[in-house]
Each structure stands twice: as structure tokens, then as C-alpha cells.
């Protein structure tokens, strides 16, 4: 076991376990996350035995990083997990702060048509060690603090949703790393069940719900999810979860050229969405050498974004980083394992 895995709770529950004392648990989170020690040897105020327990049972590593590409505004991280697999993180340096968007699995069994990670099947889940390093490892190659997480990065966070779970809270505790729920936010391509539990999870964090189509025809063709979970009962479940958590949400959506970038797609969205307290997010869709999609045209997704605005939705188009560096969406990954 890692101890990068334990929330502060399940340390205090391993320390009482052990005939020690409750408190090492702050200790110990201090030692992780404020002091950031590299080996259990740096710890000075737990007793040596309880110590050599530690060391028995978990160990200290992190992550290796073995690639960065850099750019003004965002960097993209490759790292490689202890049983020599391969994810990436990418940093965006916005003006109120530094945001980080991470994987969540090894591959993604979701299969969405126009994307690049599903094009490589589920290989594991992501331990939660593995997820709260990627910030630990980043900030450290940063200097500076994360201010802001998105899983959006390669996986379904919601396909690994318990430990997805420990991640925010280990994230969010005020001696962990302290990023504050509204600063964190989660990406999912609408496991229905999930959301439901979601929305009795005590943390006020951040829903985005990838749409990409307005219709169940349309939205199966490429996103094969949507045929577990048809829009119906996505949108119920989304409706149950505004009610339970009285918050606002994103839905993402591409916008594929000659695919779901029609005015009639616009129409049919602002049907769908328009009596949920939302925002949608436009996306230039980044294109890949493998993939057949293209991007839509600026005047189509104006022309989009007009139609939705007329009816009244809060739309934003997302501002592109890192299409350079190949930053998007599992590209990074992909080319390391086709070398
Ligand atoms: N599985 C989760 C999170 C990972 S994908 C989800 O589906 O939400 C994060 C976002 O990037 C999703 O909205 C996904 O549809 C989108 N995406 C995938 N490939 C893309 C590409 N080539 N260009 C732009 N966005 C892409």
C-alpha cells in the first residue's frame, strides 16, 4: 500500500489500530502535505516503533516523471506509475491561478468516437496515490501552489468512483493540500447511478457533464455510453442532482464540424438543457492524426453560440491551451506507447 492512498480519517482509524495515538494523523498529513518529506526517515514526533510499523506497511514513493513539455501557458506532464504504465497531467496558468487537469484511469473503456484515450481500452484504475501525486510532483516541478484540479484528464472519474472520492477529500482536507471544492472540478460522460450518488457527497465540488449531442441518434453514434444512460435519464438524474445540491452545472460539447455543429443541434440543446441551472462550455474540438473528426469553423461555432444566447443560456467558448504541445486529451500517452 502507498500511503498517499489513506484519507485523514482511515489514518487516524490505521494509527488507533495500532495502539497509537489519533493525533500522529494531522502529523502525519503534515509531514505529507506541508512539509512534503521525501522519506518517513525526515518524521521527528512519532515513536520510532510506531515509525517502523509505517514503513512496513506503506511505502513513501511517488510518481516517476519522465517527460514535460513546455509552453508559456501550460505544461504537460508524463508520468510513469510503478507498474511502468504511463498518464499525463497538464498545468494551465490562468490568471486566477494555476489549474491542473489529471487522469483518472490507465485508458478508458468508454469508447467516445472522437477521442483519443478511448481509442486504447481501460487498462486500471487509478489508485488514489496515483491521482494525488500528479499534484504533488507538479507543484513541486512548479514551485508554486495548484490552485485549481479538473479531472478531465485520460479515464472516466466516475468508473473509478470510490477512489475518486478519497482523492477529494485528501485533496480538500484543510492539512492536505487544501484546494477548496469549488476549485475542484469533475468530468464525467454520464454514468447515471453515479451521479445520483454524487449528489449526496458532502463536498460542494464542481459537476461538467459531457454532452456533445443533443439527441439520443445523435449522441450514440458517438458516444456509446448514451445508450446505457439515454438522455432522459441523464437529464433526470442531472435534475435530482440540482435539487439535492442547489449548484449550477457545466455541460461540455464539442463541437465536431458537420456532425452536432448544425443551428438545428443549437435549438435542440437549448430544448434540452434550457430549464437546468447550467452553463455549457463550447469546445474547439483539438484534432488528432488518428481520428477523422474536424474541427468546427469559428463562423459555425459563433453561429452556435448566437442561437444559444438568444435562448437565453449562459454559454462560454473554452479557451484553447496546449493544442501545440500536444496537450489535448490522451495525445501525449498515445504517442509515448506508439514509439
Ligand atoms: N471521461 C470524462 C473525463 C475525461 S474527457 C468525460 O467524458 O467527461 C474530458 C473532456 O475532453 C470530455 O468532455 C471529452 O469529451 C473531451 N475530449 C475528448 N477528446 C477531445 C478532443 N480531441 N478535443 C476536445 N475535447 C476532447
Given at each position: 500500500?502507498?500511503?498517499?492512498?489513506?484519507?485523514?480519517?482511515?489514518?487516524?482509524?490505521?494509527?488507533?489500530?495500532?495502539?497509537?495515538?489519533?493525533?500522529?494523523?494531522?502529523?502525519?498529513?503534515?509531514?505529507?502535505?506541508?512539509?512534503?518529506?521525501?522519506?518517513?526517515?525526515?518524521?521527528?514526533?512519532?515513536?520510532?516503533?510506531?515509525?517502523?510499523?509505517?514503513?512496513?506497511?506503506?511505502?513513501?514513493?511517488?510518481?516517476?516523471?519522465?517527460?514535460?513539455?513546455?509552453?508559456?501557458?501550460v505544461?504537460k506532464?508524463?508520468?510513469?506509475?510503478?507498474?511502468?504504465?504511463?498518464i499525463e497531467a497538464v498545468l494551465m496558468?490562468?490568471?486566477?491561478?494555476?489549474s491542473v487537469c489529471i487522469s483518472s484511469q490507465?485508458?478508458c473503456?468508454m469508447?467516445c468516437?472522437?477521442c483519443e484515450s478511448g481509442?486504447?481500452?481501460?487498462?486500471?484504475?487509478l489508485?488514489?496515490?496515483?491521482m494525488?501525486?500528479q499534484l504533488?510532483?507538479?507543484?513541486?516541478?512548479?514551485?508554486?501552489?495548484?490552485?485549481h484540479v479538473v479531472v478531465m484528464g485520460i479515464g472516466e472519474p466516475f468508473d473509478n468512483?470510490?477512489?475518486l472520492?478519497?482523492f477529494f477529500?485528501?485533496?480538500?482536507?484543510?492539512?492536505?493540500?487544501?484546494?477548496?471544492?469549488?476549485h475542484i472540478t469533475v468530468s464525467t460522460c454520464g454514468?447515471?447511478?453515479?451521479?445520483?450518488?454524487?449528489?449526496?457527497?458532502?463536498?460542494?465540488i464542481n459537476l461538467a457533464i459531457s454532452l456533445h449531442?443533443?439527441?439520443?441518434?445523435?449522441?450514440?453514434?458517438?458516444?456509446?455510453?448514451?445508450?446505457?444512460?439515454?438522455?432522459?435519464?441523464?437529464?433526470?438524474?442531472?435534475?435530482?442532482?440540482?435539487?439535492?445540491?442547489?449548484?449550477?452545472?457545466t455541460f461540455e460539447y464539442i463541437?465536431?464540424?458537420?456532425?452536432?455543429?448544425?443551428?438545428?443541434?443549437?435549438?435542440?440543446?437549448?430544448?434540452?438543457?434550457?430549464?437546468?441551472?447550467?452553463?455549457?462550455n463550447?469546445i474547439?474540438?483539438n484534432?488528432?492524426?488518428?481520428?477523422?473528426?474536424?474541427?468546427?469553423?469559428?463562423?459555425?461555432?459563433?453561429?452556435?453560440?448566437?442561437?444559444?444566447?438568444?435562448?437565453?443560456?449562459?454559454?462560454?467558448?473554452r479557451r484553447e491551451f496546449g493544442?501545440?504541445?500536444?496537450a489535448a486529451c490522451g495525445q501525449?500517452?498515445?504517442?509515448?506507447?506508439?514509439?
Amino acid at each position: 500500500m502507498n500511503i498517499y492512498n489513506l484519507t485523514r480519517d482511515e489514518m487516524e482509524e490505521y494509527f488507533v489500530d495500532h495502539g497509537s495515538k489519533k493525533f500522529h494523523a494531522d502529523q502525519l498529513f503534515s509531514w505529507l502535505y506541508e512539509k512534503r518529506i521525501c522519506s518517513i526517515s525526515e518524521i521527528t514526533n512519532i515513536k520510532k516503533e510506531m515509525l517502523e510499523q509505517l514503513s512496513l506497511d506503506y511505502s513513501f514513493s511517488k510518481l516517476k516523471l519522465i517527460q514535460v513539455e513546455r509552453d508559456v501557458d501550460v505544461c504537460k506532464y508524463l508520468f510513469e506509475l510503478p507498474d511502468c504504465e504511463h498518464i499525463e497531467a497538464v498545468l494551465m496558468k490562468h490568471d486566477y491561478g494555476n489549474s491542473v487537469c489529471i487522469s483518472s484511469q490507465v485508458g478508458c473503456n468508454m469508447g467516445c468516437k472522437f477521442c483519443e484515450s478511448g481509442r486504447r481500452k481501460k487498462v486500471r484504475n487509478l489508485e488514489v496515490f496515483e491521482m494525488v501525486t500528479q499534484l504533488l510532483m507538479i507543484e513541486e516541478d512548479l514551485k508554486e501552489r495548484v490552485s485549481h484540479v479538473v479531472v478531465m484528464g485520460i479515464g472516466e472519474p466516475f468508473d473509478n468512483y470510490d477512489n475518486l472520492l478519497k482523492f477529494f477529500l485528501i485533496i480538500n482536507h484543510p492539512k492536505g493540500l487544501a484546494i477548496g471544492a469549488r476549485h475542484i472540478t469533475v468530468s464525467t460522460c454520464g454514468i447515471v447511478p453515479k451521479i445520483l450518488e454524487f449528489s449526496s457527497f458532502p463536498l460542494q465540488i464542481n459537476l461538467a457533464i459531457s454532452l456533445h449531442a443533443p439527441t439520443d441518434e445523435l449522441r450514440n453514434k458517438i458516444m456509446p455510453i448514451n445508450k446505457a444512460y439515454p438522455l432522459k435519464d441523464l437529464i433526470s438524474a442531472l435534475e435530482v442532482y440540482l435539487e439535492n445540491t442547489n449548484r449550477r452545472l457545466t455541460f461540455e460539447y464539442i463541437m465536431l464540424s458537420g456532425i452536432n455543429d448544425t443551428a438545428e443541434c443549437a435549438r435542440k440543446l437549448a430544448e434540452l438543457v434550457g430549464h437546468l441551472n447550467c452553463y455549457v462550455n463550447l469546445i474547439p474540438y483539438n484534432e488528432t492524426n488518428n481520428l477523422e473528426f474536424k474541427r468546427s469553423s469559428t463562423i459555425q461555432i459563433m453561429e452556435f453560440y448566437d442561437i444559444l444566447k438568444k435562448n437565453r443560456l449562459n454559454v462560454t467558448i473554452r479557451r484553447e491551451f496546449g493544442s501545440k504541445i500536444s496537450a489535448a486529451c490522451g495525445q501525449l500517452r498515445s504517442k509515448k506507447e506508439e514509439l
